[in-house]
């Protein structure tokens, strides 16, 4: 197979597209709207494995993914998403957090808009990225699923009830 292909996984918080090569996934996003059918490639492994581990992560049983990523971007946005995959499981950090972890603590605005750029949720967890005071800034996929996002790991690994 060549090319990039997706497939559609309804989630519990909203259907989420998957696209990607045979060789690593490209986009997980939500969807408001759907244009397009929902519909799977059956026989793309790599879409059904990344499929199977967004079960497991919405189930509780997976705190950290296999599957593998690329996303087109510059090297800062690169050394962002990278950063992103470095935050626990559990675990927030702030902008000013992210952008001192890239060792500028000058470049909080480009470390955001990185973050805004990517094109992996959940498996590049630009969701645990919150603001300075700890309130829940930003995020594509609408602040409603980060909260729930943060809730659902925050119950998972700690056993409580909310975060925010």
Known sequence: MTGTTSTYYKSPIGVVKISGTANYISEVI????????????????????CVEELIQYFNGNRLSFDIPVHQKGTEFQSRVWGELINIKYGKTVSYMDLAKRLGDPNCIRAAAGSNGKNQVCIIVPCHRVIGSNQSLVGYAGGLWRKRWLLNHENRVAHGVQTLF
Not at 30 to 49: G, K, M, R, T, Y
């Open 30 to 49: 939500f969807l408001d709207s759907i244009d397009e059918p929902v519909a799977s490639e059956d026989n793309h492994l790599l879409l059904n494995e």
